[in-house]
Structure formats: C-alpha cells, structure tokens
C-alpha cells in the first residue's frame, strides 16, 4: 500500500531549541498536512499545505510543502514543554480519492 | 458544538464477541472516517463515507462494517473480534471541499482478549 516516512522517529530536545522534521514519499501528494497528537486523544491539525514550495506557518511552526511533491518538512522553533507529542504527516494524491494516508509519526520529547 | 464524539472510551472485548463504536459529528460535514492507530504505523483507513448512505472501504477493511443512515452518525461495527484488532480507533469528519481540513475523535481503545 502507500506509504510515509517520517524522520526521525523520536528526538529529546532541550526546552528552548528549533525543532525539524521530515515527511517523505516515493509518490507525488497534492495536499500535505501535520498534525499533532496529545497523550490519550486524537490527532489536531497543525498545518496545511496545498501548492509545492509552499511555505506556511502556524505561531512557532513553519511547514514546507517540497518543490517535488514527495515530500513536507516542520519546523518548531523555541520548543516549549507543551510540545511535547506525536506529529503526523498526511499526504492525499489525485487517484486515492478523497483520503489521506499517513505517516508513523515523530515522537518528541521536551527536556526542561 | 461538540465536534466529533466517540463513545465508549475503552473496551475489552473477548474474541469472537461483536460490538459497535459510535461516531458522531455536529458540523454538518459531508465526509467521515474511520482509522486504527498501532504501535510505529501511523493511522490507517478502515472505511469512509463521503455521505449519507454511501460508504467505500479503506486500506484495512477487514472484519469491519460500516453504515451511513444519517450525515451525523458513523458506526463501526466488529461482527467477531479478533486479538489482532486491539487498537486504538479515531473517527474523523470534514467538509468535502477543497481545503480538506479533517477533524477528528478522541479515540476508542479496543482491547480484544
């Protein structure tokens, strides 16, 4: 079946420092999301992006939609404790309908 | 409004019993979803259903059913657990237009023993 990668699968970071993170495909996406899941609830949207090199931002967090398609980036800058998480990426392409696939997540954790 | 709702929470069930995992939404949105979530896979599409009376299935179908009677509800139904649906299950609504921001549940925790 189809499927995202996500890179790196977890990282422990110190409060205060930029955070980056990748999605990749082998397949080309129209639309790229990020979200990111709490302990215990479902999944929140952080981000959206829908045109290749798009770049868009959401407070501290800055999304890369890739210039090839195949791939999105997300940055946090100055972590904060409440970052803490796991954040998905979400690709839809053309022939998959309307549904999105998604990748394993990235699992981050904030040091005081 | 409240979003989407699940009900219940968490669950065990013994192999072989059926059971049924509500959804609601209160948006009026046209597309709902069902996904399961395990260990290092990310979420995975069970069945969808861009709207009422109409449902397709998703990547993992299996031992699941769907129905869509009304745009608000959208029940999954287990005819005979299985150990290996132990999983953590979100529903999820949106609009079908094209910003496809997509809502979702808080979760159901399904244990099958």
């Known amino acids: 079946g189809q499927q995202l990668n996500q890179s790196p699968q977890s990282m422990f970071i110190q409060e205060g420092e930029d955070v980056s993170m990748n999605c990749t495909s082998s397949?080309?996406?129209?639309?790229w999301l990020w979200y990111k899941q709490d302990p215990g609830e479902g999944p929140v949207l952080l981000i959206a992006?829908?045109?290749?090199?798009e770049l868009t931002s959401n407070g501290r967090l800055t999304a890369q939609f890739g210039i090839t398609r195949k791939d999105s980036f997300l940055n946090i800058s100055a972590s904060i404790p409440s970052d803490v998480g796991i954040y998905f990426c979400?690709?839809?392409?053309?022939?998959?309908?309307?549904?999105?696939?998604f990748g394993p997540g990235t699992r981050l954790s904030v040091l005081p | 409004n409240a979003g989407v709702t699940q009900t219940p929470k968490f669950q065990v069930l013994k192999t072989g019993q059926s059971m049924t995992l509500q959804c609601a939404q209160d948006?009026?949105?046209?597309?709902m979803s069902w996904y399961r979530q395990d260990p290092g896979m990310g979420l995975r599409l069970i069945h969808y259903?861009?709207?009422?009376?109409?449902?397709d299935q998703g990547e993992v179908p299996n031992g699941y059913n769907v129905s869509r009677s009304t745009t608000e509800d959208f029940p999954l139904r287990l005819l005979s657990a299985a150990p290996s649906q132990t999983s953590v299950y979100f529903c999820?609504?949106?609009?079908?237009?094209?910003?496809?921001?997509?809502?979702f549940g808080p979760g159901t925790r399904l244990t099958v023993l």
């Open positions: 999820a609504s949106r609009r079908t237009s094209s910003y496809n921001e997509q809502f």
């Open positions: 397949s080309i996406f129209n639309t």
């Open positions: 992006l829908y045109k290749a090199g």
């Open positions: 979400a690709g839809q392409r053309d022939n998959y309908g309307q549904n999105f696939v």
């Open positions: 948006m009026n949105h046209e597309y």
């Open positions: 259903s861009v709207g009422a009376g109409i449902t």
